[in-house]
């Protein structure tokens, strides 16, 4: 088996060296890692930025090199072309593109050469989209270490667990789903794709980020899982309709017992969404210890007056507030986030003021409930006063339940063991000033 490392920095026995200039054609191994980072060295020496920033080649005037690109990158294009019509395998380091060079031309637009000018031409379809490649993509300059969607059963699985980094993401300008052409095998939290997996052809196209290993270390992790991915067999799609006919002994039981499987990977799957969800939702309800932000408060208590028993409804007027409803009555509820030092008096004026224009332009009878969380960054076993003597004083001259988060997370614990949610209702609803969970 040839294997050939343009630029790649790697070592193992039976593994050629060349640069994307010097190495015979492509087409002629059966796996090619390509490391496109030093491709723009090929014209960044010799040709310097225009005034606006562009490097450009005016062909006559630059001794032949626009030529010369055109020749190179036309030639490893087609190679790698049959590469992968053959069955071959394509992997290509993701690294941030470089300068590009800009060729004048006088009959037409500008073109540009660009680190990823290599890239074979394919026209893929799924269903009723179309995505050409590589047009219909962009490799973006991107880091971060926020790397998710690693599947263990896959063949690099090795040598995608070991990434920690990235620093280039792959994305669609016509806004197509990635996923829906190749097999994603890492992404970011955004859903930009870190790793893909194309099959061109009859052969297979990856894009792999940079794993931070020694030459050596890389070569014995990454070189197995490529032979693996070259040996397997074509997937049932790309297979003649014919060849199904002729079955192998056992191969009807094996394939029952994979349905099964499935089957029960199926249940599990839902199952595990199931508790997923439940968890998640019990997640929320932490926010009134550790909220993000004035929002995350918000949405922390929503969730806990449900738990509690009330029914809830956003005020379209204020984003920190809501109204909560149960058979004790009825309640406008405030939340105040003080990340730093006790809530003040500030923050009860808007719900005064809107409790004024319930009862008296309404005549509606409601309490009034100002839920506070503060130096939230601290454990609440070593945070300070969460509110100022003076919001306590008027709270109880208004007859406004003073809730911090604290008491209220400790209450929504009581019921969800098992605590009557009946008299905390009724104590939410009358209480004036500092509001204590009594359990």
Same mark, same amino acid.
């Given at each position: 088996?040839?294997? +050939?490392?343009?630029? !790649? ?33 090929? !014209? ?130 016509? #806004? ?13 939290? %955004? ?14 196209? @990856? ?5 931070? +290993? ?7 992790? @990454? ?18 309709? !014919? @060849?199904?006919?002729?079955? %192998? ?6 394939? #029952?017992?994979?349905?099964?499987? &499935? ?23 932490? #926010? ?13 208590? @929503? ?32 939340? &105040? ?7 003040? =008096?500030?923050?009860?004026?808007? +719900? ?31 945070? #300070?006063?969460?509110? =100022? ?45 500092? !509001?204590?969970?009594?359990?």
């Amino acid at each position: 088996m040839r294997i +050939l490392s343009v630029g !790649w920095e790697i070592e193992r026995a039976g593994i050629e060296r060349a640069s994307l200039h010097d190495a015979d054609s492509l087409a002629s191994y059966e796996i090619v890692l390509i490391d496109p980072a030093e491709i723009p060295k090929l !014209w960044g020496p010799y040709v310097p930025p225009d005034r606006d920033g562009v490097r450009r080649l005016v062909p006559g005037y630059d001794q032949g090199l626009a030529r010369a690109l055109d020749n190179l990158f036309a030639a490893r294009k087609e190679e790698l072309s049959g590469l992968l019509r053959a069955g071959g395998l394509v992997a290509v380091k993701l690294r941030p593109p470089g300068e590009p060079v800009e060729i004048v031309s006088v009959s037409g637009p500008a073109r540009r050469i660009h680190t990823y000018s290599f890239l074979p031409n394919f026209s893929l379809t799924r269903e009723r989209q179309f995505l050409p490649f590589p047009q219909g993509i962009r490799v973006l300059p991107r880091r971060g270490r926020d790397i998710r969607g690693l599947d263990l059963a896959h063949p690099l699985a090795g040598y995608l667990a070991v990434v920690k980094r990235y620093e280039a993401v792959i994305v669609s300008p016509m #806004g197509v789903p990635l996923g829906d052409f190749g097999k994603v095998l890492l992404h970011n939290r %955004l859903g930009d794709v870190l790793a893909w997996e194309l099959r061109l052809g009859e052969g297979r196209l @990856l894009f792999l980020p940079a794993s931070g +290993l020694s030459p050596r270390e890389e070569a014995e992790i @990454l070189i197995p899982g490529l032979v693996s991915l070259l040996e397997e067999p074509p997937p049932p799609e790309s297979r003649p309709e !014919w @060849l199904s006919r002729y079955e %192998l002994p056992r191969e009807a039981e094996v394939r #029952g017992e994979l349905a099964e499987i &499935a089957e029960r990977e199926k249940e599990l799957a839902e199952r595990r969404a199931s508790l997923e969800k439940r968890l998640w939702e019990v997640e929320v309800l932490r #926010g009134l210890l550790f909220p993000a932000g004035a929002s995350g408060l918000v949405r922390a208590a @929503l969730k806990a007056f449900r738990v509690l028993g009330f029914e809830t409804q956003g005020e379209e007027v204020d984003a920190h507030g809501f109204t909560v409803t149960s058979p004790e009555g009825r309640a406008l509820v405030r939340a &105040a986030w003080s990340p730093e030092g006790p809530v003040t =008096t500030g923050v009860y004026r808007p +719900l005064l003021l809107a409790l004024d224009h319930l009862r008296l332009e309404k005549g509606e009878s409601i309490h009034g409930i100002l839920l506070v969380a503060a130096e939230t960054v601290h454990d609440p076993k070593r945070r #300070g006063p969460r509110f =100022t003597d003076a919001l306590r004083r008027v709270c109880e001259e208004h007859g406004i339940s003073l809730v911090t988060g604290e008491e209220l997370f400790e209450a929504v614990r009581a019921v969800l063991g098992g605590e009557d949610p009946v008299p905390v209702r009724r104590s939410l609803l009358s209480t004036s000033g500092p !509001w204590r969970w009594k359990g």
